[in-house]
């Protein structure tokens, strides 16, 4: 971690005061800006200029504004990183901001720091006979045992998101039982959550490993997924699971 994302990180959660000069309403060429855009008066960024932050869940122009640092937006190839700021215990996850600010940052590599991420995936099963087998797959990067999921990208729906993550990490495509989800959220800092939404889905085919990210699968019996998943994620989904046996 870099000094300029260590700087971030012991921004998040922290209490800032915004001077607003480009409200909701204000037009920079032919751009519109449709969330208010300022800076932080005394806080230099890496760029050698006063700190500016996007204030989400605002929803009318004003001239300054008081709020807790939420996330942050890094740009890679130069030094303009944004804070996101929003009201006090207001929750954004990393795909709504990416549709907050996409006005401006669509034209700039770039990646969302946030204190609230939000994932979705399948808890995939095949019929053997009367009984049911899960599909898990093991990660690479975190080195366990997985249910297919990824984070929720911009204009993307919960179901939009798990198919997707599904057809990545394992080549398949599943059937949503109708009404069967379930939600776990843990921290993932001493700061930050995770909400990861789930959805019962029966497979048919052959998974195939995504490299890079998915090291190899395993059908297992329900039974087993306990011993092998993280315990918050067995305990959430088990009133779908018992559904299955």
């Known amino acids: 971690m870099d000094p300029r994302e260590q700087a971030i990180y012991a921004l998040l959660g922290k209490t800032v005061h915004i001077t607003v000069d480009r409200p909701i309403g204000y037009q920079h060429?032919?751009?519109?800006?449709?969330?208010?855009?300022?800076?932080?008066?005394?806080m230099i960024a890496g760029d050698g200029e006063e700190q500016d932050a996007y204030i989400l869940g605002v929803e009318?122009?004003?001239t300054s504004f008081e709020g807790q640092?939420?996330?942050?937006?890094?740009?890679?190839?130069?030094?303009e990183d944004k804070l996101i700021v929003a009201p006090e215990g207001r929750i954004f996850h990393q795909a709504q901001i990416?549709?907050?600010?996409?006005?401006?940052e669509q034209?700039?590599?770039?990646?969302?720091?946030?204190l609230f991420r939000k994932s979705c995936g399948v808890i995939p099963y095949r019929q053997v006979g009367r009984d049911r087998e899960y599909l898990i797959v093991f990660e690479q990067f975190s080195h366990c045992w997985s249910l297919p999921k990824g984070h929720m990208e911009p204009g993307e729906t919960e179901v939009q998101t798990a198919l997707r993550e599904l057809e990545e990490e394992t080549g398949l495509t599943a059937?949503?039982?109708?009404?069967?989800?379930?939600?776990?959220?843990?921290?993932?800092?001493?700061?930050?959550?995770?909400?990861?939404?789930?959805?019962?889905?029966?497979?048919s085919g052959t998974p195939r490993v995504r490299e890079g990210e998915i090291e190899k699968f395993c059908?297992?019996?329900?039974?087993?997924?306990?011993?092998l998943l993280h315990p918050d994620t067995v305990k959430a989904c088990k009133n779908l699971l018992m559904a299955g046996r």
Not at 71 to 77: E, F, L, Q
Not at 98 to 104: I, L
């Open 29 to 42: 060429g032919t751009t519109v800006y449709p969330v208010n855009y300022g800076y932080i008066p005394g």
């Open 60 to 62: 009318e122009p004003v």
């Open 69 to 79: 640092v939420i996330g942050a937006i890094r740009r890679k190839n130069d030094r």
């Open 98 to 104: 990416e549709e907050a600010v996409f006005f401006q």
């Open 107 to 114: 034209y700039f590599d770039h990646y969302v720091i946030c």
């Open 175 to 203: 059937r949503l039982e109708e009404n069967a989800c379930v939600t776990v959220e843990y921290p993932i800092s001493p700061i930050a959550r995770k909400q990861v939404v789930f959805f019962l889905g029966e497979v």
């Open 219 to 227: 059908w297992v019996q329900r039974d087993e997924l306990e011993a």
